[in-house]
């Protein structure tokens, strides 16, 4: 064999380890892709059974200024305070959510009383209305982003911080330095899920730890 053909049976073979490395970074591009997508269809999966199985509570700000968002707080306190008083101890979120709705004239009554108690007398409204979330957490309990149903109380203009938990099955916490979720409230929450569901949302390998206070 000459020099020139030994060039190019080199050459030949270089070529062959080059096709096969590249087939390689092809195939794991496309089974990561198909990975990510097998992924992302089941957040979105477990997103849309939690959205069937709990109530969101959510409290809008004045603004961010420290007046308001101390008012936020005591219209937080009074309308779970007056929902503790008041809510029967219903079996699952469908029973919550028609009792909310049916009481939300008196919710926002008591949150209206609280927020002119506590600062300036601005408008209040209540309503049980469907909201985006992002993804956040309640303690070790963390909810993946998307659309749930939530009682939504705007104080104001409602463009401060805001306050949220879930209030169906009871996953709110008012003792922020601790941040410790009811036990109660993630047994109920883990007789409707599957045991994979609940594993995930209680993971903190799976989600990223982030605080309840968000900002729309």
Not at 58 to 84: F, P, T, W
Not at 165 to 177: E, N
Not at 185 to 205: C, D, F, H, M, P
Request: hydrophobic content about 40%; overall charge negative; charged content about 25%.
């Amino acid at each position: 064999m000459g020099i020139t053909d030994r060039i190019y049976s080199k050459i030949e073979k270089h070529a062959v380890k080059i096709s096969f490395a590249l087939a390689l970074i092809l195939a794991s591009v496309v089974t990561l892709g198909a990975c990510r997508r097998a992924d992302e269809a089941s957040r979105a999966e477990l997103q849309a059974h939690l959205a069937q199985e709990v109530l969101r509570f959510h409290v809008l700000a004045n603004s961010d200024a420290g007046a308001d968002q101390e008012q936020k707080l005591a219209v937080r306190d009074a309308a779970i305070a007056y929902m503790e008083r008041n809510m029967p101890d219903v079996s699952d979120s469908g029973e919550a959510k028609e009792w909310v709705r049916s009481h939300t004239d008196e919710i926002e009554e008591v949150s209206r009383e609280a927020a002119a108690a506590a600062g300036e007398d601005y408008p209040v409204s209540a309503a049980v209305t469907t909201c985006w979330f992002p993804e956040k957490s309640y303690g070790d309990v963390t909810f993946p982003e998307g659309n749930y149903e939530a009682l939504r109380i705007e104080i104001g203009a409602a463009r401060g911080h805001n306050w949220w938990c879930v209030l169906y099955p009871s996953l709110c916490f008012l003792d922020t330095a601790h941040a410790v979720v009811p036990e109660e409230g993630k047994e109920k929450l883990k007789n409707v899920l599957t045991e994979e569901e609940y594993s995930r949302i209680t993971a903190e390998t799976e989600f990223e730890i982030g605080w309840f206070f968000w900002q729309r």
